[in-house]
């Protein structure tokens, strides 16, 4: 028997907007897609109006800022095609069940010491030919890597190293970083 009991919700589709702190962020050509942990788990999608647009937000976008959205929000619907992914599981197993669509994302505050280092070290992967490998390994972030490199992690008993050991590498190497610049 599965029993889901849905936790009293903090927003609802009366709300226009929202502050919150930046935990995740994805840029596709036209799409910007934000999770965001305010009053609760929000799922962010930001539709660019041009390329100067993409331009500006990939500069201004990172981890752990804190911005207010305004949009508007609707809940997560359920899967239409029998047997296909159902984003509305996936959503409710990570503690989100709503999605706004922004019109505005404004920058309240910059992010702390902790995202400082985790910014610092995904500009310095983002230049380097084995990016997606790096930032699984450094900071965790898997998005990059394709479903058979994932799946070989885990086959090799090894997929931990993308969760727990990237944040001891990254803290490591920020580290490094700055005692190996001030002694120059």
């Given at each position: 028997m599965n029993i889901f009991v849905k936790p009293k919700l903090k927003y609802s589709e009366n709300t226009t907007s929202i502050t919150?702190?930046?935990?995740?962020?994805?840029?596709?050509?036209?799409?910007?897609?934000?999770?965001?942990?305010?009053?609760?788990?929000?799922?962010?999608?930001y539709y660019f109006h041009s390329t100067k647009d993409i331009s500006k937000y990939k500069k201004m976008i990172k981890y752990g800022q804190e911005i207010l959205v305004r949009g508007s929000i609707s809940d997560i619907s359920s899967s239409i095609i029998p047997g296909?992914?159902?984003?509305?599981?996936?959503?409710?197993?990570k503690h989100i069940?709503?999605?706004?669509k922004a019109s505005n994302v404004e920058i309240l505050k910059k992010e702390n010491l902790l995202y400082k280092m985790k910014n610092f070290l995904l500009d310095i992967a983002s230049q380097k030919e084995n990016k997606d490998y790096i930032l699984a390994l450094c900071l965790g972030i898997k998005d990059g890597l394709d479903y058979s490199t994932k799946s070989t992690f885990?086959?090799?008993?090894?997929?931990?190293?993308?969760?727990?050991s990237g944040l001891h590498?990254?803290?490591?190497?920020?580290?490094?970083?700055i005692f190996t610049k001030k002694s120059i």
């Open positions: 919150g702190k930046i935990i995740s962020y994805k840029f596709t050509d036209e799409l910007l897609t934000l999770e965001v942990k305010g009053k609760e788990k929000i799922i962010i999608k296909t992914f159902n984003y509305q599981k996936y959503a409710k197993h069940y709503h999605i706004m885990q086959q090799n008993g090894i997929s931990h190293l993308l969760a727990v590498i990254g803290i490591i190497i920020f580290l490094i970083n």
